[in-house]
């Protein structure tokens, strides 16, 4: 049998919810994504619980909410202590992600599900892969190889491939084929016949206009409503599709010379922007080559300001503006506050940019047709005064308190320890310390209070273990300079000093937003104050697909390209799950499974595959042939066992078959040039086609490949005189049955009166090399 391979749903099948599998390939435990939504719902995390402590690596796709969300929270309360992978971006632009939501949640609650250090020390256990690495496992993991590839959609977005005997599982959820103005399109196209392939419905039932009608109908929107005198809000992500929305605008803005301002606002926007600016070599190729070129960073942005509080955008231009403001659901941050100002004016335009999550107030506002009023709960932190400040301070002193008062048990508990077992009585110089009748002394009333106190003999301290004075062994280390001093003793400790200079993000080395900083070093006591209010409907609503995802049809296209032996189908609507899962069940030789929640379905390949060995006394007789870089030859071999039951490659014992030619790559063109030229050929490229000589013309033509990656039908047309020697030259050449890696060779002759003789003779010197040239580049042994 083929690799075993199970796939267990944790969260997101049939429905919109995170996303979360579990991938086992042959014992070995995957999870795949670990997403959570803007509502926390721990109940969601349920089936992640059962087997956090199972998992043996992680893998994260996307740097966002519903693909690394629970992260943190897992890693603290369910025990998952496994090694995570992801790009580069993922990793900080993930960071980043989490810090915004944990600042937006504290500002508004009392969140106490994970913290910063909660979020830092699931983090660090992060390894940075770039695309196309193969990482090979160790341990467990022998012989699986993993591999990000791009998927488009967000930036470091990675489609995972997973290798083990030659067979492939990709995991290739919410990617897009399209190329945008800051990120490539995915590479899944590229992949042919894997052995499985899990992949999500979430777009399978949508379509989407063109790039250019979207963009022009995007901008035209926001246009009028500022020039009507409105401000325009878009909930946005923290660190995600924002960064192509900012594009658009500021390249939109700078071609119409526009004045309104534009406000970026989130807790990290300005840490977002500054490691963005470094991420060039993961962008799209029009920016990479720009930067190449020019030295043009296109975040380097003149129409877009930096905000990390709302008091900035309150003391900012009070005429019409532009603001992408986080968080997208409006469940919390600056975009849930600035909403419930805004939306009673007509003027005012709130522009969706996503589809929100279900249950969010961003959803219910999309709905059709919308509502005219909602609940909402506006919260916000204030100082404690007063009796609650009283009160507050002296919980805090009982606590510290009784924090002092378990260290110091802990201490003695610790010092009993490393005394070691109870002293041995019978030793004459050891002093009965558990004896409780109390030492012999004399006292006398001096009148004064004072006492004096005969003591017959030693009287160890309660710590003591043998009557003797203290020794301490000196344990200092020297070199050959002298004493070996450690500088962290010769530091004067300074606590404004120490908070200044506080490392704020884990590998961020202290770079982070002022504001953001704030929430941190922030000790005042302060409770959340909240209240209810009904909010009126009255700005326009409007929704415009820039989530970045493949649509329907796209999906169907390239999936039947890639042509999985077997498909997973994960994340998505019932509908349209049900949808994809039957399109494909009318294909032929594709297996389709639509699993639900911890659900575990056998995906294990159909196909056999052995581990076999070549033996030494084959691979001596094998001759390589040099080709460019590589060394090629051909094995005739037959499969046999050794003396310990290893299959193993052995060599045949009757002669090998004729080898018919093989063309290793593509032809090209410029290398046939320079071959005829090394040959005495005078050749130029014209007009694309290559031209021999004076009476003879080269032309390469047809598609070079094909899906899969293998190579396509070519033709190699040689366009010159005909004569009575054309069957002759076509059959000394073999031009009838020449296949040479499905690329065919055809004469193409004219007829013409004038100097056939001569013609002729150069067109069969050029064939004549034509041939040296094919079997130059072939191999045969």
């Known amino acids: 049998m083929g690799t075993s391979v199970q796939v267990t749903p944790l969260s997101g099948v049939y429905n919109e919810n995170p996303l979360s599998y579990l991938v086992s390939i042959d014992g070995f435990n995957f999870l795949i994504d670990c997403g959570w939504n803007d509502h926390f719902d721990p109940s969601l995390l349920q089936p992640l619980s059962k087997v956090a402590s199972k998992i043996d690596a992680v893998l994260i796709s996307y740097g966002d909410m519903l693909h690394l969300g629970a992260l943190p929270f897992a890693m603290k309360q369910f025990g998952l202590n496994a090694p995570v992978f992801s790009t580069e971006p993922v990793y900080r632009l993930g960071l980043l992600t989490m810090y915004d939501q944990s600042f937006s949640r504290k500002a508004v609650s009392e969140f106490d599900l994970f913290s910063l250090d909660d979020i830092d020390s699931a983090f ?68 042919y016949r894997p052995a499985v392939l899990i992949t999500d419905a979430y777009n399978a039932l949508n379509s989407q206009p063109s790039r250019q009608q979207r963009d022009k109908q995007f901008l035209e929107t926001i246009l009028k409503t500022l020039e009507g005198g409105g401000n325009v809000l878009l909930p946005v992500d923290s660190a995600g599709r924002v960064l192509e929305l900012l594009l658009i605008l500021e390249h939109f803005w700078g071609q119409r010379f526009l004045n309104y301002p534009i406000f970026f606002l989130s807790y990290v926007s300005s840490s977002t922007i500054d490691y963005i600016k470094s991420f060039l070599e993961w962008m799209s190729d029009s920016i990479a080559k720009s930067f190449e070129t020019s030295r043009d960073n296109a975040f380097l ?52 940019t996503e589809r929100g999550q279900f249950g969010t107030l961003a959803r219910m506002l999309q709905a059709d047709p919308p509502p005219k009023a909602v609940k909402m709960t506006m919260s916000r932190r204030v100082p404690l005064v007063g009796d609650e400040l009283i009160a507050y301070e002296e919980e805090q002193k009982r606590l510290k308190r009784e924090e002092e008062l378990k260290a110091s048990l802990i201490k003695e508990e610790e010092l009993k320890v490393s005394h070691g077992p109870e002293n041995n009585l019978s030793d004459p110089m050891v002093i009965d ?225 004729p080898h018919k030619p093989v063309l290793v790559g593509d032809l090209k063109m410029a290398d046939f040039k320079q071959f005829l030229a090394s040959k005495g050929v005078q050749v130029e490229f014209a007009g694309g086609a290559l031209r021999c000589g004076e009476y003879v013309t080269l032309r390469k033509v047809g598609n070079p490949s094909q899906k899969g990656g293998t190579s396509g039908t070519q033709q190699i047309i040689i366009e010159g005189p005909l004569c009575e020697d054309y069957y002759k030259i076509h059959y000394g050449l073999g031009f009838k049955t020449l296949a040479i890696s499905y690329i065919r060779v055809e004469l193409k002759l004219w007829a013409t009166g004038h100097g056939i003789r001569e013609r002729n003779m150069a067109l069969w010197n050029l064939c004549s090399l034509i041939m040296d040239f094919w079997i130059a580049i072939s191999v045969s042994v």
């Not at 992408?324 to 969706?352: M, P, R, T, Y």
């Open 433 to 657: 310390s558990g004896n409780t009748h109390p030492p012999l002394d004399v006292v006398g009333s001096r009148g004064s209070g004072h006492r004096d106190v005969l003591i017959d003999g030693f009287v160890p301290p309660s710590t003591s273990v043998a009557p003797m004075f203290p020794f301490y062994e000196n344990s200092l280390e020297w070199d050959e300079f002298g004493e070996v001093i450690n500088p962290d003793d010769y530091v004067v400790q300074d606590e404004d000093m120490d908070q200044s200079t506080m490392h704020v993000g884990g590998d961020f080395d202290g770079k982070f937003d002022e504001g953001s900083a704030s929430l941190i070093l922030d000790t005042k006591p302060s409770k959340v104050v909240s209240n209810e209010l009904t909010v009126q409907v009255k700005c326009s609503l409007i929704y415009m697909d820039y989530e970045g995802r493949s649509d329907g049809r796209s999906i169907k296209s390239i999936l039947t390209h890639v042509a999985p032996l077997k498909l997973v189908l994960v994340h998505g609507s019932a509908e349209a799950t049900e949808h994809l899962k039957q399109h494909f069940l009318n294909i032929k030789n594709v297996q389709v499974y639509a699993p639900q929640i911890e659900e575990t379905i056998d995906v294990t390949s159909d196909l056999c595959a052995y581990k076999v060995q070549l033996s030494e006394k084959l691979m001596s007789n094998v001759l390589f042939k040099k080709l460019g870089d590589y060394e090629v030859a051909w094995v005739d071999a037959e499969v046999g066992k050794t003396e310990n039951d290893m299959l193993s490659i052995l060599p045949i014992s009757s002669p090998a078959p």
């Open 301 to 352: 942005m003149k129409h877009v300001t930096l905000l990390i509080g709302k008091e900035e955008l309150d003391n900012a231009s009070t005429g019409p503006k532009v603001v992408l403001a986080s968080v997208a659901s409006l469940e919390a941050g600056f975009s849930h506050d600035i909403f419930a100002e805004w939306a009673a004016d007509v003027k005012n335009l709130v522009l969706f």
């Open 124 to 191: 660090q256990n992060f390894t940075r892969l770039t695309y196309s690495q193969n990482h090979h496992l160790s341990g467990k993991g022998e012989g699986i190889v993993i591999a990000p590839h791009v998927a488009g959609h967000l930036l470091g977005g990675t489609v995972w491939k997973i290798t083990k005997d030659g067979e492939d599982v990709v995991y290739a959820v919410d990617f897009n084929h399209r190329k945008e103005r800051h990120l490539n399109g995915t590479v899944l196209e590229s992949f």
